[in-house]
């Protein structure tokens, strides 16, 4: 998209990889992991530079290359023993710090609609009110784990919060995208997240946003 300078890809790219290292902590420097984490961004990066992605009229959605495969993958390692018994195997405090990965998202989503590839209803300006995980993160990690002054009800509870702010600009920005059930943003449609970099996003962040909440609120469960 020439109508985005390089500084914002650039600082998006930096971005996804911050979100690898810090769900690769989370994983203990599982090499397995970090394999998977890599192989996945290297396919996803090589097709959305092909274009693939801004192919719009073709059924199904193409993007369901990219966003279809992570949340089978998150689903098999819920209901199998060995999936399980890795997710409670993963560390809940560095589970947490994943989640500051929003506070740069959300400035990438800002400088996207300022160049009118995606709509204002997808930044803090609109609708999406995102930011706020990534601002509580380091809080929630340092009260509930260095200081030990949050119980488990009130973590519980906020990644639960966090999880519904999540789903909610997943929801506006899957109705943003320029397809036959677009319901959002008809003047400003969500295109930059069909090209490279931007498709990291949905393939690749989204996905490991979500599963860190959702194996976090499984090991709170657990300790309850």
């Keep these: 998209?020439?109508?985005?300078?390089?500084?914002?890809?650039?600082?998006?790219?930096?971005?996804?990889?911050?979100?690898?290292?810090?769900?690769?902590?989370?994983?203990?420097?599982?090499?397995?992991v970090v394999f998977i984490l890599l192989a996945w961004l290297s396919l996803q990066g090589f097709i959305a530079s092909t274009g693939f992605y801004t192919l719009t009229d073709a059924f199904p959605p193409r993007l369901l290359l990219g966003i279809l495969p992570p949340l089978v993958f998150i689903v098999v390692l819920f209901v199998s023993p060995k999936g399980r018994l890795f997710i409670d195997g993963l560390d809940l405090k560095a589970l947490i710090l994943v989640h500051m990965v929003r506070i740069p998202v959300e400035l990438v989503l800002f400088w996207l609609f300022s160049f009118g590839t995606i709509p204002q209803l997808m930044t803090f300006e609109g609708r999406n009110f995102d930011v706020l995980s990534g601002i509580s993160a380091l809080?929630?990690?340092?009260?509930?784990?260095?200081?030990?002054?949050?119980?488990?009800?009130?973590?519980?509870?906020?990644?639960?919060?966090?999880l519904a702010l999540l789903a909610n600009i997943v929801i506006h920005a899957l109705f943003s995208f320029p397809y036959p059930f677009q319901l959002l943003a008809f003047d400003q449609p969500n295109i930059a997240l069909l090209y490279f970099p931007f498709l990291w996003l949905p393939a690749v962040v989204v996905p490991l946003v979500l599963f860190s909440h959702l194996a976090a609120i499984r090991q709170l469960r657990r300790k309850q």
């Design 1 to 32: 998209m020439d109508q985005v300078p390089e500084f914002v890809s650039a600082f998006f790219i930096l971005t996804a990889l911050l979100t690898l290292y810090l769900f690769f902590r989370a994983a203990f420097n599982s090499r397995i």
């Design 139 to 162: 809080p929630v990690y340092y009260f509930g784990f260095i200081k030990k002054s949050l119980d488990i009800k009130f973590i519980l509870a906020w990644n639960y919060i966090c």
